[in-house]
């Protein structure tokens, strides 16, 4: 009689136990992670941001209204409120944002370019059209006159200054390396950003053009030649 009693024991010991310790896997117990408010914030602010730029992008400064970023993001008027209580508030952190990513894919490539000496101007003119002729400059140049001569104009200019002049030494620094002069780096670097600038102020009066990519690449052959020739006076 008592095997059977021990048999039947055995039978309703629950299968989630194992060596008598209850596994990860079959807990029922578990409750899900949550997470710190901090971190809360912080993705609840993330998803205004991404809201404020698609919204910038489409409307520019003086159409964005701050319910429609709140209902782009998912999140209550009141809570946008909380954690911006102002338009400049909002958009200024979004301009950062869009730097910070401009930079950061600037950055990556440069760091490609360096493998690769003899496409260093190349990269150079293809990051420059990539900034100008894309939508972070058109979002920077729009509240810049938005805001010109008040805080939110000044804020664009320190945010612009910070990262660009960051892409700017990194680029010339790339340059140097590669066995330009100094004074040449910088009048190269000078004169592609002044041209893709250029151009990305003349798509406010007609749009993109197939004619800019000429430009850049007319611009990129005289570069390309003049460092040859260049290299070729000192024997290099």
Known sequence: MKPEKKAKRATQSSP??????????DSTDLKPIRRTQAERRQATQEKLVQGAIGLL??????GLRTAEVAAAAGVSKGAQTHHFATKDELVLLALEEVYRQSTERSLKKIKGA?????????ALIEDSSDFFLGDEFLISLDLLMSGEDGDLGAEVRRLAKLYRLQVERSWLDALISSGMEEKKANDVIWLTFS??????????MGGASDRFAEVMDTWSKMLITSTAEIKKKRGC
């Not at 989630?16 to 896997?25: D, E, F, Q, S, V």
């Not at 992008?57 to 003086?62: A, D, N």
């Not at 360096?114 to 190349?122: E, H, N, T, V």
């Open 195 to 204: 041209i893709g600038r250029g151009l990305g102020v003349r798509q406010l």
């Open 16 to 25: 989630l136990a194992k060596n008598g310790k209850k596994t990860i896997a």
């Open 114 to 122: 360096q493998q690769m000496p003899k496409g260093l101007i190349q």
């Open 57 to 62: 992008k489409k409307k520019r400064y003086s």
